[in-house]
Nanobody, 126 residues
Framework: QVQLVESGGGLVQPGGSLRLSCAAS????????MGWFRQVPGQEREFVAAIKWSSGHTYYSDSVKGRFTISRDKPKSTGYLQMNRLELEDTGVYYCAADPTIIQSSLFNARHYDYWGQGTQVTVSV
């Protein structure tokens, strides 16, 4: 079992920055990976970024590449999503997700993650 607790989020102007955190409890060894997804009303959850816990390899959607950075602090079992140069289109509810056995090809699909955080609202507005 893995439990995820998110923090961060809020209201920011375009061009601003926010950092999201996701504290994980439970097994984070082996093929454990953490991903971040976002969702707006009426749409499916969209992949944002993912990180393989052991290696630190990172993956990004084209829409956030170069602006967002995913990282993890292994001793703290916490993942982070640093969001810079935020745009209006980045608005949504952000969820962290995790799975202890996920393979690389499945990192981009929300259906392949077994554990989810509670979600945190990110609003980018003038």
């Amino acid at each position: 079992q893995v439990q995820l607790v998110e923090s961060g989020g809020g209201l920011v102007q375009p061009g601003g920055s926010l950092r999201l955190s996701c504290a994980a409890s439970g097994r984070t060894s082996g093929s454990f990976a953490m991903g971040w997804f976002r969702q707006v009303p009426g749409q499916e959850r969209e992949f944002v970024a993912a990180i393989k816990w052991s290696s630190g390899h990172t993956y990004y959607s084209d829409s956030v590449k170069g602006r967002f950075t995913i990282s993890r602090d292994k001793p703290k079992s916490t993942g982070y999503l640093q969001m810079n140069r935020l745009e209006l289109e980045d608005t949504g509810v952000y969820y962290c997700a995790a799975d202890p056995t996920i393979i690389q090809s499945s990192l981009f699909n929300a259906r392949h993650y077994d554990y989810w955080g509670q979600g945190t609202q990110v609003t980018v507005s003038v």
